[in-house]
């Protein structure tokens, strides 16, 4: 699968990397991580949707099969603004379309993470301290259902 993360933490891009690689065997040319600048964060919709590459550079691709969002995005955007929730960007992917896993990881409180697991668009929802082990099996289980679903409906429409 195609995975994309978000997260303004180096280190918890490097854990996305190694969930994307080794839990989730991500396609390598197109799976990644980003959220280290504003310029990052502010286009991870469109690399999410295929507009852009992970370079920023702008393409005409796939959408990406997983993505996965850090909820507190804390960095200062190119308008001034500070701040972004990965509850926010997972609305803004599903208002553009995408059909694909979203997966947001917080270290919020369990009463919050289960607010953030009843928001509509948003199929995941776990702690930043679960096992990265665990969190691939759901969502590559989770990816592959999605496949299973679009075949189903593929032949439906034939």
């Excluded at 065997?25 to 980003?34: C, I, L």
């Excluded at 005409?60 to 995005?73: F, R």
């Excluded at 409180?109 to 948003?122: I, M, P, Q």
Aim: charge should be negative.
């Amino acid at each position: 699968p195609i995975c994309i993360g978000i997260d303004d933490s180096q280190m918890l891009r490097k854990v996305q990397a190694t969930l994307f690689h080794f839990f989730l065997k991500a396609d390598t040319a197109r799976s990644g991580s980003v959220g280290a600048t504003a310029s990052e964060v502010e286009a991870f919709v469109d690399i999410v949707m295929g507009k852009r590459t992970l370079s920023l550079e702008p393409a005409t691709l796939s959408p990406a099969d997983i993505a996965v969002l850090d909820e507190h995005i804390d960095i200062e955007l190119n308008d001034g603004t500070h701040g972004v929730r990965g509850s926010e960007l997972a609305w803004q992917l599903r208002a553009r379309g995408f059909t694909g896993v979203v997966c947001i990881l917080s270290g919020s409180s369990t009463e919050v993470l289960a607010d953030l697991a009843r928001l509509s668009g948003v199929d995941y929802v776990f702690d930043k301290g679960t096992n990265v082990k665990s969190i691939g099996q759901e969502l590559l289980a989770a990816h592959e259902r999605s496949i299973r679903r679009a075949q189903i409906m593929s032949l439906k429409g034939a």
